[in-house]
């Protein structure tokens, strides 16, 4: 048995010298690029402007940190993309999904969080996306987008990453452990989830609450959220909610 014990820590020894230093490279390799670190970064700060501008002026402390994590899930996604950690970055992101969603939900239910609160209560993905298709000011109008629908995709998508329910989002291959996976296509891949992902959320968010970020008061947050709203889709959200948003040059 100690010569086991010896085996493992010395191999413990040599892992906690080495990959500090895999990841630190990989780091160095994905900033060398700083467009994708830019523009993900860009995305977060809208949920910064939501929070800080919006949900702590509006809501219980308590709802407020929920999207406070949701929050640093989108931050972290971001963080663990560029040390080529994409799968642990797209579980990150689903978890800000569902720290989203439970804000909105729990800052309209204040007893089911309270409940929540001692642990007697949840909300699951489904009930979730059942609540927001009923939702009074999610409507349906030609030529608005399905948000839940996108949502409910984007979901399913990350949740492969979650279980590993499909090889293509498995990180390791040929039979070797993985840290940091290099592959560029992956990269891509975690961008395009991130990007739909917060676009989405937005959208959501202005859609609930359109009634409550319009006229110039609020122009600092229609600002940032305009980071994540791609600017083909302001046109859309104009003529259905009254809500302008900015282009970004």
């Not at 409910?152 to 452990?177: C, P, W």
């Amino acid at each position: 048995m100690n010569y086991l014990l010896q085996d493992v820590d010395s191999n413990s020894n040599r892992f906690a010298d080495s990959f500090p230093i895999e990841i630190a490279e990989a780091c160095d390799t994905r900033l060398e690029n700083r467009g994708v670190f830019r523009d993900s970064y860009r995305r977060v700060v809208s949920l910064q402007a939501w929070r800080t501008r919006f949900f702590e002026e509006s809501v219980s402390d308590g709802v407020s940190a929920l999207f406070l994590e949701a929050q640093n899930d989108a931050l972290l996604s971001v963080v663990l993309a560029h040390m080529s950690m994409w799968r642990p970055a797209l579980q990150s992101l689903r978890s800000c999904i569902e720290n989203v969603l439970n804000t909105c939900y729990y800052a309209d239910h204040p007893v089911e969080f309270q409940l929540w609160e001692i642990g007697e209560h949840r909300s699951d993905f489904s009930e979730l996306m059942s609540y927001f298709m009923r939702h009074p000011n999610m409507f349906t109008r030609a030529g608005f987008p399905d948000i839940v629908a996108h949502i409910r995709q984007e979901y399913a998508t990350l949740s492969k990453a979650v279980h590993a329910s499909s090889v293509s989002f498995h990180m390791t291959s040929g039979g070797n452990i993985v840290i940091t996976d290099s592959d560029n296509a992956k990269y891509n891949q975690w961008n395009s989830r991130h990007r739909n992902t917060l676009l989405w959320l937005n959208f959501l968010l202005v859609t609930i609450y359109a009634e409550k970020i319009k006229g110039p008061r609020h122009s600092d947050i229609r600002s940032s959220i305009s980071l994540a709203i791609s600017d083909n889709h302001h046109s859309t959200i104009a003529e259905n909610l009254n809500v302008h948003l900015f282009p970004i040059e």
